[in-house]
């Protein structure tokens, strides 16, 4: 019998179908390809190949760190020679030290890009235009499109006189996002004018592909470099939301296998992210208490879903899981953003997600894997109210038409099965 749970983060039911997982399956993951360490951006030696980065761990005075590459670029510049003709050598980037191990630079393809004034990143407050809706003029005729909780300038196909004009509303949902008077055809072909970020973080400098594979040290200052970016993008009041994501291994959606996480940062409140705030705001003041401290202590009395807890941290597989072996790190204590509660902890964080990966990659056979940092929307008015996590979950399936038409997830391995396999991992997966 298939078992119904819902997932109260987003806001879906999962149905639990353990007998699916006996079906047969004629077609088999493709293997990666991978391209060589001398062809690779992120490798030392190939800095040139990225942008500038916007950050680099450890912080080193870069006439100690360089080097032999340091005093050779120095002699170059003396001799008015040019660093692409050394030899027909790469160039070396003008900031890169063979003794980094974490770099942050701009994604070279961004998915989303900063406002071209550079002002804007050097701190926004509340006034200014791009935080405000746009009233537009169509035809002759003023449109106002209440633009709320994606918090851009809307515009409308076809409207090529618009002009924005300064109107502050504060958020609500998409449905309310369009002004009654506009007609059903324009309603339904809205266009948005939205800004963001977009950064990679190269966790180490040789040509790994698992974080198991780095010392937990390293591993610390690349926990580090993304709360460093989190402070920093939270700091700026155009942006309303931030997330750091890892896609490893092709199935997860990586296109390079050297070792490396990305930061999107969005003017806008994703739709799901403004549904979990407000589900977030009805529990509160119904129970005055936080939903993920209540759910800990269920989980700890309860006991099935645990894969294991340290003193600050604890890992469960979740109630209602969307996807087999889906696990959840959560501070035990009340924290609600990532990057403010690292710095206590960092090091027994580092190394229980170091473990959690490598049981997760011991009993899967190396599966590709995402994992996810959910810190406090930059938009929550309440700073004490949210609580995060880390979602880690490995590839193992596919997205077929039933979930694609449903919004609805289907799971062939119930989470308190998968617990009791990731305890036995658990264990043995020690640091060496």
Excluded at 315 to 324: E, F, G, K, N
Aim: proline share 6%.
């Amino acid at each position: 019998m298939s078992e119904f749970r819902y997932d109260w983060f987003s806001d879906r039911w999962v149905i639990f179908a353990p007998h699916r997982s006996h079906r047969p399956d004629e077609f088999a993951e493709f293997p990666e390809t991978r391209i060589a360490a001398s062809d690779c951006p992120f490798c030392i030696g190939n800095e040139s190949e990225t942008p500038v980065p916007v950050l680099m761990l450890p912080t080193l005075d870069p006439k100690k760190s360089h080097g032999e590459e340091f005093r050779r670029k120095e002699r170059s510049k003396e001799n008015g020679t040019s660093r692409a003709s050394n030899s027909g050598r790469r160039p070396l980037a003008a900031v890169s030290a063979p003794s980094w191990k974490v770099r942050v630079v701009p994604n070279k393809y961004p998915a989303l890009k900063p406002l071209p004034d550079d002002s804007l990143l050097a701190g926004l407050n509340s006034q200014s235009p791009y935080l405000k809706t746009a009233t537009l003029e169509a035809s002759g005729s003023p449109q106002n499109l209440k633009n709320l909780h994606l918090n851009g300038n809307i515009t409308q196909i076809g409207s090529d006189h618009a002009q924005p004009t300064e109107s502050y509303i504060p958020f609500a949902t998409a449905e309310q996002c369009v002004d009654p008077g506009i007609s059903k055809a324009t309603e339904l072909f809205l266009s948005g004018n939205f800004h963001g970020a977009h950064e990679v973080f190269v966790e180490c400098g040789e040509h790994k592909t698992s974080l198991t594979q780095l010392p937990l040290d390293h591993v610390q200052l690349v926990l580090q470099s993304y709360a460093a970016r989190l402070r920093h993008w939270r700091s700026m009041n155009s942006f309303r939301y931030g997330v750091v994501f890892k896609n490893s291994g092709a199935a997860a959606g990586a296109t390079l296998s050297h070792l490396h996480s990305q930061l999107m940062v969005t003017s806008f409140l994703p739709r799901e992210i403004l549904g979990l705030q407000n589900r977030w705001l009805e529990y509160s003041l119904k129970h005055q208490s936080c939903p993920i401290c209540d759910l800990l202590q269920r989980e700890l009395i309860d006991g099935s879903r645990l894969v294991w807890k340290s003193e600050n941290f604890l890992a469960l597989t979740p109630y209602a899981s969307r996807s087999p072996y889906f696990v959840s790190i959560f501070p035990r204590q009340h924290q609600t953003t990532f990057e403010a509660g690292l710095e206590l902890h960092q090091a027994e964080l580092a190394s229980n997600l170091l473990r959690t990966i490598k049981a997760l990659e011991n009993a899967l056979s190396n599966a590709s894997y995402n994992y996810v940092i959910h810190t406090s929307p930059f938009t929550d008015d309440d700073v004490n109210r949210y609580h995060w996590r880390i979602d880690l979950f490995p590839r193992l399936g596919r997205l077929a038409g039933f979930e694609w038409a449903s919004g609805s997830h289907i799971n062939s391995i119930l989470p308190e099965e998968a617990a009791r396999t990731l305890r036995l991992y658990f264990a043995t997966s020690s640091l060496e």
